[in-house]
């Protein structure tokens, strides 16, 4: 829905459109200098030197009108005037946020217009705390993996909820390389790993785990094997049999202690 008109001063622009809205927001603080605006309106006085762009604009919303079938719409010398564009919002009984992303390595930030409790619980839920800093007015959002990048795209295609709803602003093309920075460093974090197993497979084996194992899994294995062959526990053996405990005990310990890094690194890689 699109409303246009004019009055002696000013061309005002009205629409319940979130894209066209944002489409024409950039337009005008695109191509006019004295823009002023908050979420939600835009306005643009007239300048002199701007008279080119003017039109050209004009020429833009003249085919706005006839894609909307506006009719009786007098656009004679709009040019000229302070133009005033205003988001209406479809359901004025609901709390209405309007939230600019920005996307940075490995992140995203979120800014909006005001703090609405409803919206930023909304975000706390969708992703684990340790991947949020807020303060007043902003969320950073830290995105390591395709899961969560997905999980993200799914918070940008739902805008209406039961309290309020939320309107994104963001460069789609922008987000479209943001999405394949993140699935290269994935591949690279996959392969980087996948090599590390090989080389520490010999230290899985040996406590008797898989490479594909977790690090609680094989913490839990490794505190089985020490009590089982802690020489303490089997001073009435032989001398050669206590050997043997002895050694493949130093071998116990030797790998877990060798594999802790590892898994620091992939911990690490994981949160890149």
């Known amino acids: 829905m699109i409303k246009v008109s004019q009055n002696l001063e000013s ?41 080119v762009q003017r039109k050209y604009f004009v020429k833009f919303l003249k085919k706005l009108c006839q894609r909307y079938e506006l009719k009786n719409v007098n656009l004679n010398f709009a040019e000229y005037k302070t133009i005033k564009l205003h988001y209406i919002q479809p359901n004025s009984l609901k709390a209405m946020v309007f939230v600019d992303v920005a996307f940075v390595r490995g992140g995203a930030i979120f800014s909006f217009d005001r703090s609405n409790e409803s919206f930023i619980s909304h975000i706390i839920k969708g992703f684990e705390s340790k991947q949020i800093l807020s303060a007043e007015g902003q969320i950073a959002l830290n995105i390591a993996n395709l899961g969560e990048c997905t999980r993200l795209e799914e918070l940008f295609n739902k805008s209406e909820y039961m309290k309020f709803s939320i309107i994104f602003n963001y460069n789609e093309e922008e987000f479209e390389k943001f999405k394949k920075q993140i699935k290269i460093c994935a591949k690279k974090n996959e392969a980087k790993f996948a090599a590390l197993a090989s080389l520490f497979e010999d230290h899985f084996t040996v406590l008797g785990c898989d490479k594909n194992d977790s690090f609680e899994e094989v913490r839990n294995r490794y505190l089985e094997l020490v009590k089982a062959y802690h020489p303490d526990f089997h001073a009435a053996l032989s001398p050669e049999l206590l050997d043997e405990c002895k050694t493949q005990f130093q071998r116990i310990q030797n790998a877990y202690e060798s594999l802790k890094p590892y898994f620091k690194e992939l911990e690490a890689g994981a949160a890149e």
């Not at 005002?12 to 066209?20: G, R, V």
């Open 11 to 51: 061309l005002s622009i009205e629409t319940s459109d979130a894209d066209l809205f944002f489409e024409l927001q950039a337009l005008i603080k695109r191509n006019f200098a004295k823009t002023l605006g908050q979420k939600g309106k835009v306005m643009s006085f007239y300048d002199e030197n701007e008279k």
